[in-house]
């Protein structure tokens, strides 16, 4: 019997059907989450697009409150093995982990900490944590680093959430 090992040049990836089933897997957790503020407006995922869009609106309790914004999650074919790229579109909330383009630096999306284990929902609950945690509205200072400071989100409490 022969057993194939990866190496880490070789690329990860799933069957279309499997990729497919996950990302169905991730609409699903969104839609039941019940969190108010978080709206999947994907009706259908698109295998050849392979794009969601996710309402988020600002939590009641920060200085985003009232304001509604939309997440692209873009799925490679190395999804789950590789972390979504994830961005604002249509507006950018002023934020140290948003740059202006729309692009999201967040703990979870980190490649070091990235797992397939991650689901969309718990990204997503951690971009509206940032929001609810920061104290005022800034973009990022430096055009190459999102932010040097790191927020105080306990991955493992993410995790247990969201994977369950």
């Known amino acids: 019997t ?11 990836t799933m ?6 089933r996950r990302i169905h897997k991730e609409m699903g957790k969104i839609q039941d989450s019940g969190n108010e503020h978080i709206r999947l407006l994907t009706e259908r995922f698109n295998p050849d697009v392979g794009v969601l869009l ?15 914004y939309t997440l692209e999650a873009s799925f490679s074919d190395q999804f789950p093995f590789k972390s979504p790229q994830v961005m604002f579109i249509d507006g950018t909330p002023q934020h140290p982990y948003f740059r202006p383009e729309g692009h999201v630096r967040t703990k979870l999306l980190h490649p070091d900490n990235w797992s397939p284990a991650i689901f969309l929902l ?4 951690e971009v509206l ?6 104290p005022r509205k800034v973009r990022p200072s430096n055009t190459t680093c999102c932010c040097l400071e790191v927020y105080n989100i306990d991955l493992s409490v993410l995790l247990l959430l969201f994977f369950f």
Do not use: K, N
């Open 122 to 125: 718990a990204i997503v609950t």
């Open 2 to 12: 022969y057993i194939h090992t990866y190496t880490q040049e070789e690329p990860h």
């Open 15 to 20: 069957s279309l059907t499997a990729r497919v």
């Open 129 to 134: 944590q940032v929001m609810r945690d920061c």
């Open 54 to 68: 996710i309402a988020i609106y600002g939590p009641s309790d920060s200085i985003y409150a009232g304001e509604a």
